[in-house]
């Protein structure tokens, strides 16, 4: 049986690092650490407040996510806007 | 003359399910975030060559823990300084892909990518960092 490489895991990062102000269609967000300002849209916001709660892999975030909404979209959908976040430094992948 | 649309009154027959609002999880392929870059100078050709000192030559003698924060010199499990400064160019593989910083065991490599994603405007070796940060 191959070995698959286990699923990263996704952190938010410390509270005080992104400063996020709501502007009508996307959030602002504003990083401390790299003074970038990424302009997102949704489901980015969604994504952030459910690791808010702790960190969770790709599959136990969908589940966070379909307790508050009604998902359109699949799994690989969402594993790539995780990625996307990831590559700008808004959330940690890790191993753990 | 308005229309006044009486919303569902049985409360008790609806789950809360049924008025999730909907997510979309958007495109696999399509991006969904813009970044903007701030208003600094330097340039692409720069950015290869720009260095990041660990730590800052202001706190040279301080070490550096494991989350990347400044302690005093001999702090169980934190780690002295770089002696040299790291090129722009490599903290950004490291970041990108990986691997370890250029003459790095990996604890001190754990201690001072942490400390460099710390960094603050106004910390030597800001300005590069966010210059890789840079979307291509």
């Given at each position: ?24 269609l ?18 980015v ?8 709660a ?43 | ?27 696999i ?64 593989n ?32 800001f ?10």
């Amino acid at each position: 049986m191959p070995d698959a490489a286990p699923d990263p895991v996704y952190h938010a990062p410390p509270a005080a690092t992104l400063l996020r102000t709501p502007l009508d269609l996307l959030d602002a967000i504003y990083d401390r650490r790299s003074g970038l300002t990424h302009l997102v849209g949704e489901p980015v916001p969604a994504i952030l407040d459910a690791l808010a709660a702790g960190p969770a892999s790709a599959a136990d975030l969908m589940q966070r996510l379909a307790d508050d909404y009604a998902i359109e979209g699949e799994l690989a959908a969402l594993r790539a806007r995780l990625a996307e976040l990831a590559a700008l430094g808004l959330v940690d992948a890790r191993a753990l | 003359m308005s229309d006044h649309q009486d919303p569902s009154a049985n409360s008790a027959q609806s789950p809360a399910a049924s008025r999730r609002r909907v997510l979309q999880l958007g495109a696999i392929g399509a991006a969904t975030v813009i970044s903007v870059r701030p208003a600094l100078a330097q340039t692409a050709v720069s950015v290869m060559t720009c260095e990041i000192p660990v730590p800052d030559p202001s706190r040279a003698s301080q070490y550096v823990a494991a989350d990347g924060s400044l302690v005093a010199p001999g702090t169980p499990g934190a780690v002295p300084g770089a002696a040299m400064p790291f090129k722009g160019e490599d903290v950004r593989n490291v970041m990108t892909h990986g691997g370890r910083l250029p003459g790095t065991t990996a604890e001190q490599n754990e201690a001072y990518v942490n400390y460099i994603r710390r960094l603050r405007s106004g910390t030597g070796g800001f300005t590069c960092f966010a210059s890789i940060q840079m979307p291509r």
